[in-house]
């Protein structure tokens, strides 16, 4: 059961927060991620670094709580869209203020952004599925007033003809219904820490995520070394296991050999993270963000 006590909207709005904001944190210390920012370095990246990370994740928190307050117990209409269309795009600004204009954290206030939105929608009292339903509802109302921008990962999904960070949402996040909750309170359950059972739950997205991040930076090669390499660690025995890891070990050298960096799935994580904790799923084990220095 999750812990949050009835604290009304604003309660629930900055507690959501929180919750967000620390799932941000606790996906990119996570360590060893193949080609990501963690603990140890920077990963693929030349241009972000684990304090840049956290200071963008900082950052985020009045828009997350933004998001969770004005979602609070409304139903998905176009209104509501168009408000946390704005919201999330403030956020962006925010965030590229706050890191000097590098994108840190881009896909995951798209992906974060939505499910606290959704929890709020449910007024902190969803299930998962809920949760990740109305996101999706979200997400496939039009937004009208959303720049016509071409980005790099709507370029990618063209290119590659592959869904990216929108489909993801408005499929009702697959990777995270499907692959990485599940794989994540089985690997709890069968003994893993808590460390292995997150990235146990990382390579389970990673085995079917067209990530637009690697797709750019690596094409298609790119992405069949993600898959097969995370294939082979769950198919070890997940990193639990002395086999397991050391095929994560293989596919961190391999991702950084190909520049390649699975940021989209990392995004992906967090939010995985973050549902665990905000569900009322009675299968969750959630436990509250144990950092004292929030
Ligand atoms: C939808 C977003 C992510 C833009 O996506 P787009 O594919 O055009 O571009 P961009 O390359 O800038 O970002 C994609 C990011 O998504 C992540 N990602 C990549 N692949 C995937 C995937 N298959 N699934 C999920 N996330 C992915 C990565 O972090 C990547 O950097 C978003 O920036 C956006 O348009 N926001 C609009 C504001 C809004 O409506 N917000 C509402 C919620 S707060
Ligand atoms: N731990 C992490 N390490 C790296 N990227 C992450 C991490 N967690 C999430 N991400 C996501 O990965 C994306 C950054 O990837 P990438 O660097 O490929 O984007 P970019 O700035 O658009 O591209 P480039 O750096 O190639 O110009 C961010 O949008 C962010 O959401």
Known sequence: MKLQPQIGAEGSAQWLARVATHSLIDEVRLSPKPGLVDSRGNGAHHDLT??????????????????????????????????????????????????????????????????????????????????????????SLPDSSAPKVFSKGLRATRRYQVPGAREEAQLGFPHIMNLALPQLRRSR???????????????????????????????LEGL???????RSVLVAGGTATVEGRAALAWLDKAMLALNASPGGAADLLAATLLIDRIACDDASVTPLPQHSHF
């Open 50 to 139: 684990l304090a840049l990370m956290e200071r963008s994740a900082h950052s985020l928190s009045p828009t997350f709580h933004a998001l969770a307050l004005q979602s609070w117990q409304r139903p998905a209409d176009i209104a509501l869209r168009q408000l946390v269309g704005r919201l999330g795009r403030e956020g962006e600004v925010q965030m590229m203020a706050a890191t000097g204009g590098v994108n840190t954290h881009r896909g995951a206030i798209w992906a974060l952004g939505l499910l606290v939105a959704a929890a709020a929608m449910h007024g902190c009292e969803g299930s998962s599925s809920q949760i990740a339903a109305s996101a999706a509802k979200l997400a």
């Open 189 to 219: 359950q069968n003994g893993a820490t808590e460390q292995q059972a997150r990235l146990d739950a990382l390579m389970a997205i990673m085995t079917s995520l067209s990530d637009t991040c690697v797709l750019s930076r690596a094409g």
């Open 224 to 230: 069949e070394t993600m898959q097969n390499g995370a």
